[in-house]
């Protein structure tokens, strides 16, 4: 299958007559006014839409996700996850035994992620190719592409392989549609990242880890009393920002300068800053996207004390787009989740988030299938270690 090239991204730079796609808005923005009725200090500026894609256009990227990934009406937990641990497609990722690390004597503190039932979604990470395919000094294949970080993420877990050409043109025409509501910066070029993100009702899966509800639905109710995510079933430990930390959010809303806890200061920023993510979803099984902020009168508050309004909750549904915008990654947490009712007797529910970036880190990556991380590559296409 042919793959893009950062030629390809530089042709539609130089476009200037560019192809409209209409979309229909879904969900936003969030005015300022009706963010402070709900207890929020600022509003939101993300839009969810629904795009209206070229025939077959979904499907052809769809159709670069082997069978073997999506669940089954005959699975169970157990088939499913030896299925997906036995996958060369997936990103290898290890991940901390039980969400914690804690293990019994002889136990590795850290498990496989695709061979356990965890709710964490499954990845596969896809760029652009900066610098094509060549053999290095060590006698390796590898190629050079933009590398997206992750928190906690070992260096041994760093993956990517190169954009196949449909999943490109996915996210130009999904950029086409975006357009209306994008910076001047994200307009001048489409995507060059696209991180493929699994979840799978029977794993319950959730953008990070689960606790069982029993625990945190009382305290659920404080927060939001009659709020409609008391069913949810699951309630995320995994709230976060993408390249914000706490601490950042909490110095700005304090009205203070808060450089310190952003990607700004010292962080290697792998997103172009100030751009959009643009989150594409497909599947049979719709999720949640909740943002989530501290009370007024308690902005040091701990994380888990956020509030959550189902006016800030955003549908994701098949052929919906969510154009996130930066802002709002600065001054709200995400989490996303399946509720109750969707996960009931669905053993073949899923949902599929194609989410596309612009990103800036190059780096040199072994080619498919093993597609690891080997080195950090300078703006000239160099490798160094």
Same mark, same amino acid.
């Given at each position: 299958?042919?793959?893009?090239?950062?030629?390809?991204?530089?042709?539609?730079?130089?476009?200037?007559?560019?192809?409209?796609?209409?979309?229909?808005?879904?969900?936003?923005?969030?005015?300022?006014?009706?963010?402070?009725?709900?207890?929020?200090?600022?509003?939101?500026?993300?839009?969810?839409?629904?795009?209206?894609?070229?025939?077959?256009?979904?499907?052809?990227?769809?159709?670069?996700?082997?069978?073997?990934?999506?669940?089954?009406?005959?699975?169970?937990?157990?088939?499913?996850?030896?299925?997906?641990?036995?996958?060369?497609?997936? *990103?290898?990722?290890? #991940? &901390?035994?039980?969400? +914690?690390?804690?293990?019994?004597?002889?136990? =590795?503190?850290? @498990? /496989?992620?695709?061979?356990?039932?965890?709710?964490?979604?499954?990845?596969?990470?896809?760029?652009?190719?900066?610098?094509?395919?060549?053999?290095?000094? *060590?006698?390796?294949? #590898? &190629?050079?592409?933009? +590398?997206?970080?992750?928190?906690?993420?070992? =260096?041994?877990? @760093? /993956?990517?392989?190169?954009?196949?050409?449909?999943?490109?043109?996915?996210?130009?025409?999904?950029?086409?549609?975006?357009?209306?509501?994008?910076?001047?910066?994200?307009?001048?070029?489409?995507?060059?990242?696209?991180?493929?993100?699994?979840?799978?009702?029977?794993?319950?899966?959730?953008?990070?880890?689960?606790?069982?509800?029993?625990?945190?639905?009382?305290?659920?109710?404080?927060?939001?009393?009659?709020?409609?995510?008391?069913?949810?079933?699951?309630?995320?430990?995994?709230?976060?920002?993408?390249?914000?930390?706490?601490?950042?959010?909490?110095?700005?809303?304090?009205?203070?300068?808060?450089?310190?806890?952003?990607?700004?200061?010292?962080?290697?920023?792998?997103?172009?800053?100030?751009?959009?993510?643009?989150?594409?979803?497909?599947?049979?099984?719709?999720?949640?996207?909740?943002?989530?902020?501290?009370?007024?009168?308690?902005?040091?508050?701990?994380?888990?004390?956020?509030?959550?309004?189902?006016?800030?909750?955003?549908?994701?549904?098949?052929?919906?787009?969510?154009?996130?915008?930066?802002?709002?990654?600065?001054?709200?947490?995400?989490?996303?989740?399946?509720?109750?009712?969707?996960?009931?007797?669905?053993?073949?529910?899923?949902?599929?988030?194609?989410?596309?970036?612009?990103?800036?880190?190059?780096?040199?990556?072994?080619?498919?299938?093993?597609?690891?991380?080997?080195?950090?590559?300078?703006?000239?296409?160099?490798?160094?270690?």
């Amino acid at each position: 299958m042919s793959v893009a090239h950062l030629s390809d991204v530089d042709g539609w730079r130089y476009t200037a007559q560019r192809p409209t796609v209409l979309s229909s808005l879904t969900w936003g923005p969030v005015s300022d006014s009706t963010a402070v009725l709900l207890g929020s200090a600022h509003g939101v500026k993300s839009v969810c839409i629904t795009p209206k894609l070229s025939p077959f256009l979904a499907a052809a990227a769809l159709g670069c996700i082997p069978a073997d990934v999506r669940p089954k009406f005959t699975d169970s937990d157990e088939s499913l996850a030896e299925r997906l641990g036995g996958s060369a497609f997936l *990103d290898d990722a290890h #991940v &901390l035994r039980g969400g +914690n690390g804690k293990r019994k004597r002889g136990q =590795a503190m850290r @498990v /496989r992620l695709n061979a356990t039932a965890y709710s964490a979604p499954r990845r596969k990470s896809w760029s652009v190719v900066v610098e094509p395919e060549r053999v290095d000094a *060590d006698g390796d294949s #590898v &190629l050079t592409l933009y +590398n997206y970080n992750a928190c906690g993420r070992t =260096a041994d877990d @760093v /993956r990517c392989a190169a954009m196949p050409r449909p999943v490109f043109d996915l996210g130009v025409e999904l950029w086409f549609a975006a357009m209306p509501y994008l910076c001047e910066e994200s307009r001048c070029s489409p995507p060059t990242h696209c991180q493929l993100l699994l979840y799978y009702s029977l794993f319950e899966s959730a953008m990070g880890e689960a606790t069982p509800s029993a625990l945190l639905l009382p305290r659920l109710s404080v927060w939001c009393p009659g709020c409609p995510h008391l069913d949810l079933g699951v309630i995320v430990s995994g709230r976060h920002h993408d390249n914000y930390t706490i601490h950042h959010t909490r110095a700005r809303l304090e009205g203070l300068d808060g450089k310190a806890g952003s990607t700004q200061a010292g962080q290697e920023n792998s997103q172009r800053i100030g751009s959009e993510v643009l989150l594409y979803t497909e599947g049979n099984t719709a999720m949640d996207l909740a943002l989530s902020f501290p009370p007024y009168n308690a902005l040091g508050c701990d994380i888990r004390d956020y509030i959550i309004r189902s006016k800030l909750t955003i549908p994701l549904r098949r052929g919906t787009l969510l154009i996130f915008k930066a802002c709002d990654d600065e001054f709200f947490c995400h989490e996303a989740y399946f509720r109750a009712s969707s996960l009931r007797d669905n053993p073949s529910g899923h949902r599929i988030c194609f989410v596309f970036r612009w990103l800036t880190v190059r780096k040199v990556f072994h080619t498919t299938p093993v597609c690891a991380y080997k080195g950090r590559a300078d703006p000239c296409g160099k490798m160094s270690v």
